[in-house]
Structure formats: structure tokens, C-alpha cells
């Protein structure tokens, strides 16, 4: 298993081509995350952000021995070769979930006029080192940031808006990545202040930046939840498919 140059993941990209997710996107462009292959020239390609995707033809030995190397946390494979994930099933065993998700349509969306009020003690701000240093230390909102080098390329490459309670975050929608024309949505909720309409206002503010820096903000739905709040904010559904969800 080798780490891939730039230049061997443009000449790996074509093994990707049945997955659109964005966040790939960022590791094909070299902006973001990692691509592994069994050579330099791979058959199979694995490119890791936060998600963990897979293209090419089944090479058990390299799969196995990355499986291996990433370890048993939560995890999330993406692969559009039903071959590589029975294997992927088959070496995590019980852990391994089968998870329906939603891919929308990559186009700008249609954004709804949409107004609120936010009642006492809850605040809309746009992320800062503030938010960013509360995101990281909460385990339901690690994931915000935590594909970024720190506070300072987020900040620069990345963007974010978070609703506060008492100044504490308790909602956010950000950049779970970002590529050279966009971002890839993340969107997360306090479990203790879910069911409030906070991650619609989060998500429509971000959407709403986003478009205004001519931005495409990609949405890649986990569940029928999120695509449903995509679908309100104007997004349309491309496919549905197959990812495997580890539960550590």
C-alpha cells in the first residue's frame, strides 16, 4: 500500500467514476485528504476523507491490509464495485451496517424565501476561532472541522454558520470539505436541542453564503431526514445508493 503523488491520483481518478460525491472530489484535486493504491499504477484506489472511498477492481490483499491500517472507529465506505463491499461486510462482520443514502444533483439550488425568528438566548453566527475551538471539543460536532489542518485553514478554505444557546454551540451547518468550485455539507444538532427547526436555519444560511460566493454547496444526504430537509431547501435527488456504515 502506497500514499499516491498528485500526479497518481489524476491518473488513478478514472477509477472513481460511479462515485460523484464531492468530498472525493477534494482528494482528486489534491486540496484535501489522502488516496492510497496498491502501486503507483493501482487497479484499486482508496481516497480518505472522513468518508472512506473505493473505485477500481477488488484487490483483497491491499483492502484488507488498509482496513487493517485505518483501524475500528466509526467509519463510513462508499464503493459502486459490489465485489469490494461483500469483502469490506465480510472482514468487519457484525460492525458492518448497510446504509441507504441520497446523492442530489449537482447544480445550485433552488433556494425557498425563507424567514425566522430565533427565540431568547439562541444566536446565529457565523463561524469563527471561537466556534471552531467549541466544535472540536463536543464528540457530536467533532466533525465540522475536523477533516481541516486546524483553526487557520478552515477559516481561510472552509465555511460555517452556528447556532448558540447561552453562547454555547448547540447546532451547525459547515464545510464537512471544499473543492475548487464548492462544499461539501455537513450538518449537526446538539442532541439535547434537536427537533427545533435549528438545522433548517443553519442550512439555509450556509446555502444562502455559499451561492453568494457563486459557491456550489453539494449536499450528499446520510438518511431520508436530511434528504428531506435538502429537498425543502431546493435540492433535487440524483440517486439513491449503497454505503457501509462501521460501528466501532
Known amino acids: 500500500m502506497i500514499k499516491l503523488n498528485l500526479q497518481q491520483i489524476k491518473n488513478s481518478a478514472h477509477l472513481f ?27 484499486m484506489a482508496i481516497a480518505f476523507l472522513g468518508y472512506i472511498y473505493i473505485g477500481g477492481v477488488l484487490d483483497k490483499a491491499f483492502l484488507n491490509e488498509f482496513m487493517n491500517f485505518i483501524g475500528n472507529g466509526h467509519l463510513v465506505f462508499i464503493s459502486d464495485n459490489k465485489e469490494i463491499r461483500d469483502e469490506i461486510i465480510k472482514h468487519y462482520g457484525e460492525k458492518a451496517h448497510i446504509q441507504r443514502r441520497f446523492e442530489t444533483i449537482k447544480e445550485f439550488p433552488n433556494l425557498p424565501e425563507y ?15 471561537d466556534l471552531y475551538t467549541q466544535a472540536m471539543n463536543e464528540n457530536w460536532s467533532d466533525g465540522f472541522c475536523n477533516n481541516f489542518n486546524g483553526c487557520y485553514d478552515f477559516l481561510k478554505n472552509g465555511l460555517g454558520f452556528g447556532i448558540t444557546y447561552n453562547d454555547k454551540l448547540v447546532c451547525g451547518a ?12 455537513i450538518i ?26 457563486g ?24 440517486y439513491e445508493y449503497t454505503g457501509i456504515s462501521i460501528q466501532a
Open 17 to 43: 467514476k460511479g462515485i460523484s460525491d464531492t468530498a472525493l472530489t477534494s482528494c482528486l484535486e489534491g486540496l484535501m485528504g489522502d488516496v492510497y493504491g496498491e502501486s503507483e499504477n493501482p487497479k
Open 174 to 185: 459547515t464545510s464537512f470539505s471544499y473543492y475548487s468550485s464548492g462544499y461539501e455539507v
Open 188 to 213: 449537526a444538532t446538539n442532541p439535547d436541542f434537536r427537533k427545533r427547526g435549528l438545522a433548517r436555519i443553519a442550512s439555509y444560511e450556509f446555502i444562502k453564503e455559499s451561492l453568494k460566493q
Open 115 to 129: 424567514s425566522y425568528k430565533l427565540t431568547d438566548g439562541f444566536a446565529l453566527k457565523r463561524f469563527d476561532k
Open 215 to 238: 459557491r456550489l454547496p453539494s449536499w450528499d444526504a446520510a438518511h431520508e431526514v436530511s434528504l428531506h430537509l435538502a429537498e425543502w431547501l431546493g435540492y433535487k435527488l440524483d
